[in-house]
């Protein structure tokens, strides 16, 4: 159970979670996409991979190859404060390139939602280790049930699967000894809470 349970925090690294929130928006809500060309949401995902996904990744493997990481799991959290700042800066650059395109104000909103995840994960690991695995995860369940709830394009069922995936994601972090049942609590409800509450608002930078 144990590889399986390190498997699944690969795939579903938090690194990964904004891009995969923007294609499952995209493809589960046709109200903020149906008016892009097939080209734009590529290029689209394209960008937002680069630069949520390609930057921090090559941040990470720099930090650890200059000794400031023990390693790129970052077991300490002293570790972390560094890699999420940068983080917190890639996401603001990826949300001023959305800006430039013709999006609906729903992406902005989650977005906005995803950075604040990240700044409120950066303030509490000053004093406290959160998961930031269920940060991610609890984002991106998050964000869809805030458009879920405002546009209702997709059925409930399909979040169901999505929270039965984040359920299996808090066991294997509980299984491989990476948190506490707390932290993984806490890590949903902080990614859930930032991305649902700026997408139902309409809280956008």
Same mark, same amino acid.
């Given at each position: 159970?144990?590889? *399986?349970?390190?498997?699944?925090?690969?795939?579903? +690294? $938090?690194?990964?979670?904004? /891009?995969? %929130?923007? !294609? =499952?928006?995209?493809?589960?809500?046709?109200?903020i996409?149906?008016?892009?060309?097939?080209?734009?949401?590529?290029?689209?995902?394209?960008?937002?991979?680069?630069?949520?996904?390609?930057?921090?990744?090559?941040?990470?493997?720099?930090?650890?190859?200059?000794?400031?990481?023990?390693?790129?799991?970052?077991?300490?959290?002293?570790?972390?404060?560094?890699?999420?700042?940068?983080?917190?800066?890639?996401?603001?650059?990826? *949300?001023?390139?959305?800006?430039?395109g013709?999006? +609906? $104000?729903?992406t902005?909103? /989650?977005? %906005?939602? !995803? =950075?604040?995840?990240?700044?409120?994960?950066?303030?509490?690991?000053?004093?406290?280790?959160?998961?930031?695995?269920?940060?991610?995860?609890?984002?991106?369940?998050?964000g869809?049930?805030?458009?879920?709830?405002?546009?209702g394009?997709?059925?409930?069922?399909?979040?169901?699967?999505?929270?039965?995936?984040?359920?299996a994601?808090?066991?294997?972090?509980?299984?491989v000894?990476?948190?506490?049942?707390?932290?993984?609590?806490?890590?949903?409800?902080?990614?859930?809470?930032?991305?649902?509450?700026?997408?139902? /608002?309409?809280?956008?930078?």
């Open positions: 159970m144990r590889p *399986l349970a390190q498997a699944l925090s690969i795939a579903l +690294h $938090p690194v990964v979670m904004p /891009l995969l %929130t923007l !294609v =499952l928006a995209f493809r589960l809500d046709p109200h996409s149906f008016f892009l060309p097939a080209p734009v949401q590529w290029f689209t995902f394209g960008m937002v991979a680069v630069m949520t996904v390609v930057f921090p990744v090559s941040s990470a493997v720099l930090l650890w190859r200059s000794g400031a990481i023990s390693g790129l799991t970052m077991p300490l959290r002293e570790e972390r404060i560094v890699p999420l700042l940068m983080t917190m800066l890639y996401l603001g650059m990826c *949300l001023y390139l959305l800006h430039r013709p999006h +609906h $104000p729903a902005y909103a /989650l977005f %906005t939602g !995803v =950075l604040l995840a990240v700044a409120a994960t950066l303030a509490i690991t000053w004093r406290w280790r959160i998961s930031a695995h269920m940060v991610g995860i609890g984002g991106l369940l998050g869809l049930s805030g458009l879920q709830l405002l546009h394009t997709f059925a409930p069922l399909e979040l169901a699967v999505l929270i039965v995936l984040a359920g994601l808090g066991s294997a972090r509980l299984l000894g990476g948190h506490t049942a707390g932290q993984v609590a806490a890590g949903t409800a902080v990614g859930f809470l930032c991305t649902w509450t700026c997408v139902v /608002l309409g809280i956008q930078l």
